[in-house]
Structure formats: structure tokens, C-alpha cells
């Protein structure tokens, strides 16, 4: 009989998950077909589990032979990482949620708590998983409830492990947005030396609740979904945060909307992070790990994307795409296989959404969506082309059913041959779409589905830059000049004679969502998701000033004047600046919802803020406190703006329509009707006489601001409209959007 093969050391193991074969892996391979030790190894390295120790513990075999590679390996990670020695290596299975210790509680006051952990009386324990136990607690001082998530004794000692509780939370703060777990509090119970971080509690269930349970998914339901997470999604990547864990467990279904909420950010890592750990760990779940993930290799938010393409497949076809008996043989089917296509495992599936699942699994990232706002936006136009009634013809998709991972059976697996790989050219950046606070709901009223009519007259000119969605336009003063708001980050300024680019300036780490030019011609204010608005030289470029923001900042726009700014933000306040200075000089926050769009008053008197909490606050500059609010209309309100003499207001909304205010006593005075989707930009004529309007059925309208009528439609873009400016002699009307193109129109 042969004598057996020696273990092979950590490094070999390793290369095993290399894309690049080695010569002797025909070797290793029948070595790890008779050596259990090694196979848990294997997959050890393979599933990337925060603690080898845990690792052996909790994955239901026995405790690793003294000869395996398990050994050294562990002491090398420990070693390498200077971490503390964890607890020793048990057989025991890890404790159910039931069964979690709670010795770290304070006793609590009420018998009907379990215990306190500093102010907060713990009523139950939600559940536990990797490094943290979850409570749900009440908050005596606010009279809240909230969860609240400890790191697990277990780890308490271990400073990697603390790190890492520390990054979770820094990251999960770092994001704010509605369908994203709002993190109220992070601290340390000082008695017990824990760290614990306090979140918004979600009353409901998980996504993987869901489909455990075999619920059948409408479409309708597959792409609301879809489209919140790729919106929560767009915000975190947005913070320069990729979750790099995406999953239905991590996917909360809020009650009674079934909203989204997604969290788990345990995984996530900011860029500036990213040296925090190099052990080689692969991180993340198995069924839903991107390619990259899987061979250990760098990852960007583009592997968040191939996770969502995995969770959409999970719910229209009842199972994720990759599945096998073990946790090494699914991540070599991630890396080399095509899944079945979605449509044969459930015809009721619309080739739209098919499309959209096909090019999330890419196994390429360049080759996938390359933001999650665009998948937002594709996700939204699946469901515009739904009928009214989803009953009439969305299909539901198969019963799910619960996928296990076990032990892989004595066969040679198929990785022999899976590292090859297949690199294709890069394609260009498209842009992030971004998709308000309202996103998330269901159109429930019908709209129009048909074409936008006849295209109508041309553009006299296309300024096309081929950068992605244009979010915002200004005019020079002079009106030689018109400003871009990009997604990509950067304004350009068009020279109109010429009718090129003058410059480019690289502004921001997340795209601009607003600019403004002063009424002076001296500056040009930009507004981002990266936390900041800032303030440029109109003439040269350079920047002068850099407000910071606790989230991101949706709306800009100067007074007359051009010594105060106003800046809107996520959170929903409004916030007053000198300019020169770069000093606040107030702060509002009368909104529920995230501040969409601003504008000042002609006399500099009064700021128009427009929110997605369906509402536009008219405030005192002077004061900053709130005169007049605007309510009527059925949705978010994504544009706002004055007439020239003052007397009127004008507002755009996702319910489709633009409106007419009376600003001084807040009575609407007609509701414009016309467009076939979200009214995103209104704008008025310099001699007051016309407004302007951009819609996401890719159209701009002209109406008759005293007559209410529809004047003229033009029709040309191809994507949504999100800007509309008419130039300083009201001759020309420039209109931007997702198409990546300025037009600019003829008025007369």
C-alpha cells in the first residue's frame, strides 16, 4: 500500500485558487480527495470566514487530523495578523440564537427585560451571525426601539476582530439612505469592555424568509425589490463602500410596504480600508460571490452588482444561480460556469429583466452594469412596462426552497480546469442613476406606456460629451457659458460659441447632482453624494471652498447677488452660506425627506427648498424659519422654481405633473398636465411668460405660464430629462439628462 501524501503547505492550497495552473495539482487533487483536514482547509480559504477557529467550529465536521495543513495555518494567520489567540477549537456546534449567552447584560430593572446593556433595556435577542449578536432593545430616552448589535464576547479580546466591529460600524454610518439601516448610535459598554452599535430596528422579515417559506414573486415585486437594493446600493458605493455581501439574509423586507432595507455592512470596506486585513481571505457568501471574490483577487462595487444578479435569479427562478455540495465546488462553478438561463427555469420571466439578470452574472466586471444606479434605472423601466394590473399578466415565479451546502462527495472536481478565464476589453463608465427617497414605491397609478408622439423640431445644436447622465445646467451670466453637472464627478464648461468643451474640472468623489452659476459671473457652486458642496472660480476653474456636509448634497443655488449660497442635503436640511467667508450662517431641517431642489427668490428674500416628503418649504433667508408650505402633489418633488417677478412658483413631481403656487399664501394655482412620468426640472423664461419642463418620458415641454397650455414639445432625447435652463436672452432652452447629451433648442 502506498504510503500517504504529506499535507501540502497553506501556499499550494492557495494556488489551487489562482487562475494559473500548477504543475503538480493533479497531485494535490487526489491528496485532498483522502484528506478531510485538507478539505476543510480548502474550504477555509475558499469561504474566507472571519476566524479559522470558528471556521472549525461552526462548520459541523470533525476537529481537523494533527497532520493537516489546518495547523500552521492558523498559527501563520494569527501570527501574521498579530491578533490575539482565540478561544481553543471545539467540536461543539455554535449556539442557536436561543441558546446565546447573555452574561454580558446588566441586570435590568424590569423583569419583562432580559437585561441592560448600558441605557438600553433588552427585550430579545434577534438573532446572532459572524462577529455580532443582535438585540432588540427599547431606548428609554427617546422611547424607541431599536436593535442593537454587540460584539460577540467571544471575540471581545481579539483587536482584529474589534477593528473590524469599528469599520462595520463606520461604514454602515457612513450611509444614509431609505433603503439602507439607519446606525443611531455606536459606543462601548465600558463595564464589559463590548462594543455595540445601535441601528434602526425593521419590523419584518428577510428576503431569504421569503423564499425558505416558497412565497411566490411577482415580477412586479422581483423588480421593486431589485430596484430598492441597487438604490441603497448606489448610496453606499456613492460613500466609496462596497458591501461585498449582498444576499437575501442581508436584504430586510420592512413591514407593511415591504420596503427595503439593507444591512449587514460587516463586510464592507472603504476604500482607505482596505489594508486593514491581509490575510488572503476571501469574504463573502459562496451562493452569491462574485468571480473576483472568489479568486481572492481586488474587488470594486461592481462585485455588489454580480450579487444582485444572483439575488434576482434566487427570486424569479426559486434558486440561486450556482449551487453544489460544497462551498469550494459552488465558488468553481461561480468562477466557471454560466448558470441556466433564467427564463427556462421560469418562462414568465419578461426578456427585459432577463437581460438585466444576464448582465449582472457577467464574469467579467467590465462586462456587468457598471453602477448601481443604472441597474436602478433599467430596473425601474422593467416595471413602467409592466401592465397596470399585475394580476392580469405578471407571472409569479417557481416556490424557492431552502439551499444547504454539505461535504463534497469523493469525486474529482471539476476545478481542475476552471482557472481558465477569459479577459475582455474594458467599456466605458456608465453613469449612476440616481433614484430618489420615493423609489421604492410601487407606481400603483397607470400611466402612459406609449411612445412621446412625433419627435417634433430638431435641436439647433447637441453638445455631446459622452460622459454619462447630465444632472444639472447653468448659464453664464453673459450666457456665453453654460455648466454640466455629470455623474461622473466632474462640471464641464461648454464655450456656446464655439459650442465646445472650454474645461473640465474634476470636482467630486461621487456624481454632481446640481451646479449653480452666481449672478455675478463670479463663481459656480457644485453639489455631490460625496458630502460636499463646493464653490469655483467661474473664470478659472480653481476651487475656493469646500463645505462639508454630514451626507449627501442634492441641490445648490445662489441668491442675488452671489454672496449667499443654500445647499441642500439628504437628510433633509437646508443650510445658508457666505460665500466669500464659507461660513454657515443658518440651518433648517423642515424636511422628512432628502432636499431635491432650490431656488431663491429675484429680491433674494425668500428660498424655495422642494423635497422627496412631497412638500416645498418656502423659508426667510433672513431668519431661516419657515413661511409657507407648499402641499399637493402626490409624490416627491424633484424641481422648484421662481418666476422673475417673484409671484409665482413652479414645481416639478414624480405624480407627473408640474404646478403653479401663489407663494405668499401657498394656494396652488393650476396643475400642468402633460407628461407621461416624473416631471425632474421646471424652469422659467426670463420674461416670466413660459415655463420649462424635463420629464423621464424624455420629453421637455413649453407651456404658457398664464393659460396653463401646453405650447410646444420637444422630443428628442433619448433618456430621461433631468435639466432644463432657458439662456439669460430667453432665446435658447438648454436641456440635459441620461442620454449624456446637451440639447439646445429654439424657443421661438
Known amino acids: 500500500m502506498a504510503s500517504p501524501t504529506p499535507c501540502p503547505d497553506r501556499d499550494r492550497l492557495r494556488k489551487l485558487l489562482e487562475p494559473s495552473s500548477a504543475p503538480d495539482q493533479s497531485e494535490i487533487v487526489g491528496h485532498l480527495d483522502d484528506c478531510e483536514g485538507c478539505q476543510h ?43 490575539a489567540t482565540p478561544p481553543p477549537v471545539t ?85 444614509t439612505h431609505e433603503n ?31 423564499l425558505d417559506r416558497g412565497d411566490h414573486l411577482t415580477v412586479r415585486e422581483i423588480a421593486r425589490i431589485g430596484r430598492q437594493v441597487a438604490s441603497g446600493l448606489a448610496a453606499a458605493h456613492a460613500q ?22 439593507l444591512t449587514d455592512f460587516g463586510l464592507a470596506r472603504a476604500g482607505e480600508d482596505a489594508k486593514l486585513t491581509q490575510t488572503g481571505f476571501v469574504a463573502g457568501t459562496p451562493l452569491y460571490m462574485s468571480p473576483e471574490q472568489a479568486r481572492g483577487e481586488p474587488v470594486d462595487h461592481r462585485t455588489d452588482l454580480f450579487s444582485l444578479g444572483g439575488v434576482l435569479y434566487a427570486m424569479a427562478a426559486g434558486r440561486p444561480p450556482f449551487e453544489a455540495s460544497s462551498p469550494f465546488l459552488v465558488l468553481q462553478r461561480v468562477t466557471g460556469e454560466v448558470p441556466r438561463p433564467v427564463q427556462e427555469l421560469n418562462p ?61 462527495r469523493r469525486t474529482v472536481p471539476v476545478w481542475v480546469w476552471w482557472p481558465a478565464v477569459v479577459v475582455v476589453s474594458a467599456l466605458s463608465l456608465l453613469g449612476v442613476v440616481f433614484l430618489t427617497e420615493l423609489a421604492g ?33 447653468a448659464y453664464s451670466r453673459d450666457g456665453g ?64 471652498k469646500t463645505l462639508p456636509h454630514q451626507t449627501g448634497v442634492r441641490a445648490v443655488a445662489f441668491a442675488p447677488g452671489g454672496k449667499v449660497l443654500a445647499t441642500g442635503s439628504r437628510n433633509g436640511n437646508v443650510r445658508i452660506w457666505d460665500v466669500e467667508a464659507g461660513h454657515e450662517l443658518a440651518t433648517t431641517a423642515g424636511h422628512a425627506g432628502n432636499v431635491t431642489a432650490l431656488a431663491f427668490s429675484p429680491d433674494g428674500k425668500t428660498l424655495a427648498s422642494a423635497s422627496g416628503d412631497k412638500t416645498v418649504i418656502l423659508w426667510n433667508v433672513a431668519t431661516g424659519r419657515e413661511q409657507v408650505t407648499l402641499r399637493g402633489h402626490a409624490g416627491g418633488v424633484y424641481a422648484v422654481a421662481f418666476a422673475p417677478d417673484g409671484q409665482t412658483v413652479a414645481t416639478g413631481s414624480w405624480d407627473q405633473t408640474a404646478r403653479l403656487w401663489d407663494p405668499a399664501t401657498g394656494q396652488e394655482r393650476a396643475t400642468l398636465h402633460g407628461h407621461a412620468q416624473d416631471v425632474w426640472s421646471v424652469a422659467f423664461s426670463p420674461d416670466g411668460q413660459t415655463l420649462a419642463s ?39 432652452l438648454a436641456s440635459g439628462g441620461r442620454d449624456g447629451s446637451v440639447r439646445l433648442w429654439d424657443v421661438e
Not at 459598554?189 to 430596528?201: A, G, R
Open 41 to 83: 482547509e480548502l474550504e477555509a480559504l475558499a469561504t474566507g470566514e472571519w476566524s479559522w477557529a470558528e471556521q472549525a467550529r461552526g462548520c459541523g465536521h470533525a476537529k481537523p487530523p494533527d497532520q493537516s495543513a489546518f495547523w500552521p495555518a492558523l498559527r501563520a494567520v494569527e501570527g501574521g495578523a498579530a491578533v
Open 91 to 175: 467540536t461543539a456546534e455554535p449556539p442557536a440564537p436561543e441558546e446565546v449567552s447573555l452574561d454580558f447584560l446588566s441586570p435590568a430593572d424590569d423583569p419583562q427585560f432580559l437585561g441592560r446593556l448600558n441605557h438600553f433595556k433588552v427585550e430579545s435577542v434577534v438573532g446572532r451571525g459572524g462577529m455580532g449578536i443582535v438585540l432588540k432593545a427599547l431606548d428609554p430616552c427617546l422611547q424607541r426601539t431599536v436593535a442593537v448589535k454587540v460584539l460577540d464576547p467571544l471575540f471581545a479580546r481579539n483587536e482584529l476582530a474589534r477593528q473590524r466591529f469599528c469599520r462595520e460600524a463606520r461604514a454602515a454610518a457612513a450611509v
Open 180 to 210: 439602507v439601516v439607519a446606525v443611531h448610535e455606536v459606543d462601548i459598554d465600558k463595564e464589559k469592555d463590548l462594543p455595540y452599535i445601535v441601528m434602526q430596528y425593521v419590523a419584518g422579515v428577510t428576503l431569504q424568509d421569503r
Open 240 to 261: 466609496g463602500l462596497v458591501h461585498r455581501d449582498i444576499k437575501p439574509a442581508n436584504i430586510l423586507l420592512e413591514d407593511p410596504l415591504a420596503r427595503v432595507k
Open 348 to 408: 414568465g420571466v419578461p426578456d427585459d429583466l432577463a437581460d438585466v439578470i444576464d448582465q449582472l452574472l457577467a464574469k467579467d466586471p467590465v462586462e456587468r452594469f457598471q453602477s448601481a444606479g443604472d441597474v436602478a434605472h433599467r430596473l425601474t423601466d422593467v416595471l413602467i412596462k409592466l401592465p397596470s394590473e399585475p394580476a392580469a399578466a405578471t407571472p409569479t415565479v417557481v416556490p424557492s426552497r431552502r439551499t444547504t451546502i454539505t461535504r463534497a
Open 441 to 473: 414605491l410601487t407606481r400603483l397609478t397607470a400611466v402612459s406606456r406609449g411612445s412621446a408622439g412625433p419627435a417634433g423640431p430638431a435641436a439647433r445644436h447637441v453638445l455631446q460629451a459622452n460622459v454619462g447622465p447630465i444632472w444639472g445646467l
Open 481 to 544: 457659458t453654460l455648466a454640466t453637472a455629470i455623474d461622473d464627478g466632474t462640471f464641464k464648461l461648454w464655450d456656446l460659441a464655439t459650442n465646445r468643451v472650454r474645461e473640465t474640472v474634476t470636482a467630486h468623489r461621487g456624481p454632481v447632482w446640481s451646479v449653480a452659476a452666481s449672478d455675478d459671473g463670479r463663481w459656480i457652486a457644485t453639489a455631490s453624494d460625496d458630502g460636499t458642496a463646493k464653490v469655483w472660480d467661474a473664470a478659472t476653474g480653481a476651487e475656493k
Open 694 to 732: 424635463g420629464s423621464e418620458d424624455k420629453t421637455v415641454k413649453l407651456w404658457d405660464v398664464a393659460t396653463g397650455h401646453d405650447r410646444a414639445t420637444f422630443s428628442r432625447h433619448t433618456g430621461t430629462v433631468y435639466a432644463v435652463r432657458f439662456s439669460p436672452d430667453g432665446k435658447t
